[in-house]
């Protein structure tokens, strides 16, 4: 059978013709997927800069349909379900594009990253502890160390925060010999609760190798010692933090006193308060020195005329009550509701306030309940800042 060779000629300039138009079609079809995804991006993007969550939502989730594989906008998803709260949402984002076997070694460290911040806004502890650790050697590792610290000082896992603090310190991250001290403490008061004495005591004595300046380890000894009966030596722990401390001596200024009568060394305590009062005025320091005062046999009258020479030196509210509370009034008969009135106007002035957050609390904290910030109180009540 022969060919015929007109049937090629004819076959050639028809394949010609489907193959051209086939290929005008994919490249229509691609330049309109094309023009579908940018398009729902940004109006995605216009969304959430006019504070149209929602509808960004929705536009993104549009964008990522049109391109499945573009990892930006399933982070911009994954961030926005996370921002409104949807953290089941935001997770199942995350996870998928960890699951991506094409996803590159910076976006994978990224999306874990997420995936972290996820489980630790929606309050999932023990998830976001896992895949915090597993940031180490990335970039977000120091991110991710400083929030397995705020982890573990959440469910005072004392030892646990003290390894991370030691691992940030030796990383340069920053000074944690105080914060180390405060997690020594801690385990302490267990201890104590445990009724095991020397071993608290043993973990104040490290707690005041580690952070020889800051008060708290020594009130805590002294505190311990009184318990024991041991009045001098909590006298002398006092006084050696009345060296390193000052400021906070306040904190201790009752204990102080106390273990100074039981010690029979009112005197001498009476001199060093006093001479720390001079520098550093204060309310439970002036308390102190009355009661001391009192106990060493000064009239109770001479002894109560130091709230009014701190008056002469701060207009305080407190003193003038707990002066007038003393005294003898030409109308007596009047003396308890006046009396009433000024404790209740000064008794908001006898608390204590946070620096960083503003959170009042009656009792002093070394870590703020609010912001969980450590040493943001100052020594001082609020009428005195």
């Known amino acids: 059978m022969e060919f015929d060779l007109s049937w090629l000629l004819l076959g050639l300039p028809l394949a010609f013709v489907l193959g051209w138009g086939a290929s ?4 229509r079809q691609l330049r309109l997927e094309n ?20 509808q960004a939502i929705d536009a993104f989730i549009e964008a990522v349909q049109n391109d499945p594989d573009t990892s930006e906008l399933h982070f911009a998803l994954g961030n926005l379900f996370r921002r409104r709260g949807e953290y089941e949402r935001a997770v199942r984002v995350h996870e998928h594009l960890l699951s991506r076997a094409d996803l590159s070694r910076t976006d994978r460290e990224r999306a874990q990253h997420a995936l972290a911040l996820d ?17 180490e050697g990335s970039p977000f590792e120091s991110q991710a160390r400083l929030a397995l610290l705020a982890i573990y000082e959440r469910s005072r896992d004392w030892p646990q925060a003290a390894a991370i603090a030691e691992r940030m310190d030796q990383a340069g991250q920053g000074r944690f010999n105080a914060r180390q001290a405060h997690y020594l403490c801690e385990q302490a008061l267990s201890l104590v609760a445990q009724q095991d004495v020397p071993g608290a005591l043993e973990r104040l004595a490290e707690a005041r ?6 008060p708290r380890a020594y009130i805590e000894t002294a505190r311990l010692q009184a318990l024991q009966g041991q009045h001098g030596p909590a006298c002398d722990t006092l006084q050696h933090m009345a060296r390193v401390a000052p400021s906070h001596l ?45 106990a060493q046999g000064v009239p109770t009258e001479v002894a109560r005329e130091r709230y009014v020479r701190h008056l002469d030196q701060e207009p305080s509210l407190v003193a003038a009550a707990r002066w007038l509370s003393g005294e003898q009034l030409s109308h007596e008969q009047f003396h308890p509701q006046v009396q ?6 000064a008794k908001p002035l006898i608390r204590y306030r946070c620096a960083a957050c503003g959170f009042e609390a009656k009792q002093y904290f070394w870590q703020c309940p609010g912001c969980q910030s450590w040493d943001s109180y ?8």
Do not use: M
């Open 24 to 27: 005008r079609f994919d490249i």
């Open 35 to 54: 023009r579908q995804a940018p398009k729902a991006y940004f109006k995605g993007l216009n969304f959430l800069l006019n504070e149209q969550q929602d």
């Open 119 to 135: 489980f630790l806004k929606a309050g999932l502890l023990d998830r976001a502890e896992a895949a915090l650790h597993k940031l």
């Open 209 to 214: 190798t580690i952070a020889p300046e800051a």
């Open 378 to 385: 100052p020594a001082q009540r609020v009428e005195e800042l």
């Open 340 to 345: 009433r009135a000024l404790d209740h106007a």
């Open 250 to 294: 306040s904190l201790a200024a009752p204990l102080w006193a106390d273990c100074a009568q039981a010690a029979q060394r009112g005197p001498e305590a009476l001199a060093q308060l006093d001479a720390i009062y001079q520098e550093h005025p204060s309310l439970d320091l002036l308390e102190a020195l009355v009661t001391l005062s009192q």
